[in-house]
T-cell receptor
């Protein structure tokens, strides 16, 4: 079946630095990928929709200059958290649309900003 | 963003019991999906529903897409310890990201 892979699984960074998270569709092409954020004991909240070859569409309240999204190929989207702060610490999850509008998720990436 | 109304928020049941949870929305969705999430991991797809009224089974799991396209339920029969986790419903409109319910925490007592 379809597989979506995220890297890294977890990362710890210093406040003020930038962190990049990769999302890859391993056995299918995904023109659209989605980035979510999840705080402990809460549901997933959509941050942005990543479209291959064009600018990402951000949800209301999500700073596009802080959360940079690049969808450079049909199998790779990246999320860069710029000038990270402790409040950015969260679980970030990507997903991609496979055959038949089914959404498959990556394993998630834990970000801790110290 | 919009969220689906998912209930119950949590369930404490005995092993072997059946489980039922549901989601409702004020908006219509083209596709309903049910996911299970274990701590520290991404959601894993359990069942996908594409047609209004559709009833689909996956082993001990059964889910239905409401006829109005505004609701769905998930049933788990004869629960086992590995069913513990958080279950999310999600609705999808074409070209949009998923809209999620707040999750149902399932806890199974031996």
């Amino acid at each position: 079946g379809a597989v979506v892979s995220q890297h890294p699984s977890w990362v710890i960074c210093k406040s003020g630095t930038s962190v990049k998270i990769e999302c890859r569709s391993l056995d299918f092409q995904a023109t659209t990928m989605f980035w979510y954020r999840q705080f402990p004991k809460q549901s997933l909240m959509l941050m942005a929709t990543s479209n291959e070859g064009s600018k990402a569409t951000y949800e209301q309240g999500v700073e596009k200059d802080k959360f940079l999204i690049n969808h450079a190929s049909l199998t790779l989207s990246t999320l860069t958290v710029t000038s990270a702060h402790p409040e950015d610490s969260s679980f970030y999850i990507c997903s991609a649309a496979g055959i038949g509008d089914t959404i498959y998720f990556g394993e998630g990436s834990w970000l801790t900003v110290v | 963003g919009q969220q689906l109304n998912q209930s119950p928020q949590s369930m404490f049941i005995q092993e072997g019991e059946d489980v039922s949870m549901n989601c409702t929305s004020s908006s219509i969705f083209n596709t309903w999906l049910w996911y299970k999430q274990d701590p520290g991991e991404g959601p894993v797809l359990l069942i996908a529903l594409y047609k209004a009224g559709e009833l689909t089974s996956n082993g001990r799991l059964t889910a239905q897409f409401g006829i109005t396209r505004k609701d769905s339920f998930l049933n788990i029969s004869a629960s086992i310890p590995s069913d513990v986790g958080i279950y999310f419903c999600a609705g999808l409109r074409s070209a949009d990201g998923l809209t999620f319910g707040k999750g149902t925490h399932l806890i199974i007592q031996p």
